[in-house]
């Protein structure tokens, strides 16, 4: 089994030295608290690894201002998700595509290409693509492949269980 480490900022040191001094104190701790604390520094560490993923990409100007609102408050992590969506696609379809030109692919890497074919679909049903993304670099990186990603901006079919049907640049206008 993996062990992380995640860093974690002073504000939360001292909150959890808080807790930490409250449990010393009382000889009890509270459970909840502990949770909080924990998703709280997973949040941040994914936050985090998504703003270098922007940071990464050549994103439109609205969508970069959006993200930087998004990391000043540092605690919605799933519409900075949402901003990295559109270059995920990109990024999974650059694979999907030279990883479709081998002859020699496994049954589950013709699985995990099918989903990255379908992943436009799949997304509104629960699939990721986020992890797809990272399986993908997963086979590129066992078989020693590397494969220099572009910016390639593809925007998620519309939601079929909701009737906005506005892009993303849409949505993000109204915020500014």
Known sequence: ?????????TANITALQAIVDDATKSGRIEP???????ETVLREFRM???????ASKDILPIEREAAENLKLLRNDE????????PYRLGDIQQIADVLGKLDDLSKAEERLLDTAYSIGQLIYH??????V??????????????????T?????????????????????????
């Open 78 to 85: 799933r519409a900075l998700d949402t901003i990295a969506l």
């Open 48 to 54: 985090g690894r998504c703003e270098a993923y922007l």
């Open 126 to 131: 629960g699939t990721s693509a986020r992890d």
């Open 1 to 9: 089994m993996e062990t992380y480490v995640y860093p974690i900022s």
């Open 32 to 38: 909840t608290a502990l949770r909080s604390m924990a």
């Open 133 to 150: 993304l990272k399986r993908l670099h997963a086979v590129l990186r066992v078989r020693g492949m590397s494969v220099d990603l572009k």
């Open 152 to 176: 390639r901006r593809i925007e998620p079919p519309r939601n079929p269980f909701k009737s906005a049907g506005k892009t993303l640049a849409d949505r993000l206008s109204k915020l500014s």
